[in-house]
């Protein structure tokens, strides 16, 4: 989206330059990417930037309005309420599709939001490698709010860790060695010397929870939390600690807030970088141009259960329309120039929230089919995961 960077940046490009690319970001953590990589990073210019920071403050504002607060209650399922709930996740992700405004500027339009982590430690180590084996200008960083690479990891270890032992402190996961993101569990180990643990592997006494590594038992005082609880229900995973009890351990985030920033959000949020959004259940009628509407389950996760052409039938045959949303459908930009057709582009805004939320990083997925998902993407290159680079100067 900067013009002479993307035109430097694909002039200079090679497979041979991408292959070693990937071949040390497969090799240098304990586990490869278990999902596509794209050849290139995207240049964010500094309006889009700035049109990104301001979309991102609007619904901030919005998230801690007493309003807001009080309806988000009602997201949560009552078998899945958990108690000592923080005052704020920990961390905070917003989603923009960049879209094209009448006069062919770009403008970013909210897709979703979530209070729950996303690949922190893996954008990190990414950032790194694509500066590795591509000609990109030192100037050009990921980081948001001045930070350089140590304010960026000392900020997670704020987040993460914060007065405890490392030692004391797990990255909590679902059968982790079999989950797509497990290259981002092995790069949070590697930044910040945590230990993650299968659920299944805790070890309750009383208020306290354990966990075993080298044949010691330890306690846990921090749980930087990757279980979507709501998997725990769906798969029928066995473990033995009860999370609903008062637990002497500190969430990050609160499995609260998975529910409360989540999808369930979208119709609550009003603004000119927001689509309309509407709680299924809320509507008396259907409009009859349903085909400018996406749907979406509200409990689901990586777009799984999301249908883009719909009709009147399909919405009359859902049981439960409380736990869906229609969101009306945004146009994608082609903005980024490719060897072959352009790419769109979505990118998230990636948060840590101690005093108050602070940008830190983002995440880049660009496509070239209807939506962002990998069935959509098949034998296309340049679309995957990545990251944007902004200018410090």
């Not at 777009?303 to 459908?329: C, M, R, S, T, W």
């Amino acid at each position: 989206m900067i013009p002479e960077l993307r035109k430097k940046f694909n002039s200079e490009f090679s497979p041979q330059k991408y292959n070693s690319f990937l071949n040390e970001l497969n090799s240098s953590l304990e586990y490869p990417p278990d999902f596509r990589v794209a050849e290139t990073p995207v240049f964010l210019p500094a309006f889009l930037k700035d049109d990104l920071i301001n979309a991102c403050d609007d619904i901030l504002n919005q998230l801690q309005n007493d309003e807001f607060k009080k309806r988000s209650e009602k997201a949560i399922p009552n078998e899945l309420v958990i108690s000592d709930e923080s005052t704020h996740p920990e961390f905070l992700q917003i989603d923009f599709a960049i879209c094209e405004n009448p006069d062919g500027s770009f403008i970013p339009k909210l897709i979703e939001l979530q209070g729950f982590p996303t690949v922190y430690g893996y954008q990190f180590f990414l950032a790194r490698l694509f500066k590795k084996h591509f000609n990109i200008e030192e100037s050009y960083t990921p980081l948001f709010s001045s930070l350089d690479e140590d304010g960026y990891v000392a900020e997670l270890q704020k987040t993460i860790i914060g007065e405890s032992d490392p030692a004391n402190v797990i990255l909590l996961e679902i059968q982790p060695d079999k989950q797509k993101t497990k290259i981002d569990f092995s790069a949070t180990e590697n930044l910040l010397g945590i230990t993650t643990v299968c659920i299944s592997d805790i070890i309750q006494k009383g208020r306290k929870l354990f966990y075993k590594n080298n044949g010691n038992t330890i306690p846990i005082e921090r749980i930087y939390n990757r279980v979507i609880f709501d998997d725990l229900k769906r798969n029928d995973i066995a473990f033995s600690f009860n999370y609903k009890d008062e637990l002497d351990v500190k969430w990050i985030s609160h499995p609260n807030w998975f529910f409360k920033i989540s999808k369930y959000s979208l119709p609550l949020l009003k603004g000119t970088y927001i689509p309309e959004c509407y709680f299924l259940n809320e509507l008396s009628g259907f409009s009859d141009d349903l085909s400018n509407y996406v749907l979406k389950p509200l409990f689901s996760f990586a777009g799984h259960g999301v249908e883009v052409d719909i009709n009147k039938k399909i919405l009359d045959a859902i049981d439960d329309p409380e736990n869906y949303i229609l969101q009306k459908k945004i146009e994608y930009a082609p903005v980024i120039k490719t060897p072959d057709e352009n790419s769109k582009v979505e990118i998230r805004m990636m948060f840590l929230w101690n005093e108050k939320p602070m940008l830190v990083n983002n995440l880049v997925r660009m496509s070239k089919g209807k939506m962002m998902g990998v069935d959509y993407n098949k034998n296309k290159t340049w679309v995957g995961s990545t990251l944007a680079l902004h200018s410090t100067m």
